[in-house]
């Protein structure tokens, strides 16, 4: 096999966007030649009713823990693929285990306080994780967009999110690994839609694409387009896709 430039996939965040998420990303870390063919899943939460309107659950799963049903999904829906769970939210304590060399992040939480702490692990540790790509996607009642902080050769080529993104630079929310059960059970749903979970998906899902699709053997194999378009946003109101570049 040749060398590969990402060697694992770790998902962080099992909530709206990763209901739509999921079953492209598997299908593409499976059949993709030279990708990774495992992922690990990563998230501390626990299926809730409140999840119904907008997440990819049933009543059954109520109260279940979601690495394990989405592990289980895997299993049985793509038993090719390897899938390893850490039932854990991301704090300063854990990071280090989640995110190692060489590896692709689609980080699909809610919270600001985690994409200022994975924005800043990343930016301070380049140099030793080597090949790092986090692909952060948010949303909210009408709009979605994604985000792709990418480190090649130890080398920052685009900006991570709290440097484009006043909001996660100086996060107003909390950590859900440092609040109790009863103050994560209390936690908005951020206003987020179906619509927008599905098209925050979708943004994020075509830079895992891009990612891998050359063969992930060669960084001169990633699309230059994905880098002078390095975030990119939809908005339901206006049926509008855009984008920008955060290249350093």
Known sequence: MAKQIFSRVSVIGLGGIWSYFWKAACRTITFTKNAPHSVSLVDGDQFSFSNLERQDMTEEDEAKMKAYVYKERIDRGFPRLKATMVPEFVTKKNIGKIIQPNTIVPFLVDNHKTRKLVSEYVRENARKLKNV?????????????????????????????????PEIDKPADKNPGDLTCEERARLPGGGQTSNANMWAASLAHNYLWELLKGGNSNPKSIDPRIIAKSESFFDSRHLLVDTTSRAL
């Open 133 to 165: 790509a986090v692909i952060t996607a948010a949303n909210d009642e009408f709009t979605a967009n994604a985000h792709l902080h990418l480190v090649l050769g130890g080398k920052e080529i685009t900006s991570a999110m709290d440097k484009c993104h």
